[in-house]
């Protein structure tokens, strides 16, 4: 699977847009983009996914590069709700498993 | 709420004994994948069953095993506990395996071995 590489940490301010970027340089051509959140002790919860158009759902925008060696999770209006470690993943097509990474520790300050 | 759920939330046991952990999956879903979460690390793959059938394994010992039912509920048991098996062990459960299945997770069993 590709790597992917995350900053360790990150802070953004309530109400403004958050935005996460994700390095996947050797990604192939058939590998998707996930991302996952993981607010302190619970599951892991799905935020989005993409191939290689961006894409939008009510939690989040998936913005991938042309080349897609890179994305960016973009949070649009941060509540102190989305604090949480978001894990970027690349996942080969028919793969069974996510690989987690250390992700991105997020705190949404007020 | 992903509708998959987990039992216990949290059990403490002692080195040697083994243990069992439940997972009900969302209804309709075929493919339940099993974590491991270490304090302060992502969640690292243990196995994954289809249809009630091992559909893959990640780098874990044979004392880890599984069971899938008919009925979306699964169990995963580790025998000869070890102080590392200490953990967040995590189901997630997905349509089928394949890698367009979004996998939808559990709250989690916090695993304490002393």
């Known amino acids: 699977d590709a790597k992917t590489t995350q900053p360790t940490s990150m802070d953004c301010a309530e109400g403004r847009a958050a935005n996460l970027p994700c390095n996947h340089s050797?990604?192939?051509?058939?590998?998707?983009v996930y991302w996952y959140r993981q607010i302190h002790s619970q599951g892991p919860q799905y935020i989005i996914h993409?191939?290689?158009n961006n894409e939008t759902n009510e939690m989040a925008s998936l913005i991938i590069t042309e080349d897609r060696k890179s994305s960016t999770l973009i949070l649009p209006h941060a509540t102190l709700r989305d604090t949480a470690v978001y894990y970027c993943?690349?996942?080969?097509?028919?793969?069974?498993?996510?690989?987690f990474g250390a992700g991105t520790t997020v705190t949404v300050r007020a | 709420e992903t509708g998959v759920t987990q039992s216990p939330t949290h059990l403490i046991k002692t080195r040697g004994q083994q243990v069992t952990l439940r997972c009900s999956s969302q209804?309709?879903?075929?493919?339940v994948s099993w974590y491991q979460q270490a304090l302060g690390q992502g969640p690292q793959f243990i196995f994954q069953?289809?249809?009630?059938?091992?559909?893959g394994r990640g780098n874990f010992p044979p004392r880890f095993s599984g069971l899938q039912f008919p009925n979306y509920s699964s169990e995963l048991n580790v025998n000869a506990l070890e102080l590392d098996d200490s953990a967040l062990y995590l189901c997630?459960?997905?349509?089928?395996?394949?890698?367009?299945?979004?996998?939808?997770f559990g709250p989690g069993t916090r695993l304490t071995v002393l």
């Open positions: 997630a459960s997905s349509l089928d395996s394949q890698s367009t299945d979004t996998q939808y």
């Open positions: 050797t990604i192939s051509g058939n590998e998707y």
């Open positions: 993409g191939l290689k």
């Open positions: 993943i690349v996942r080969v097509e028919n793969d069974y498993k996510l690989s």
């Open positions: 209804s309709g879903h075929n493919t």
């Open positions: 069953y289809y249809r009630e059938e091992e559909n």
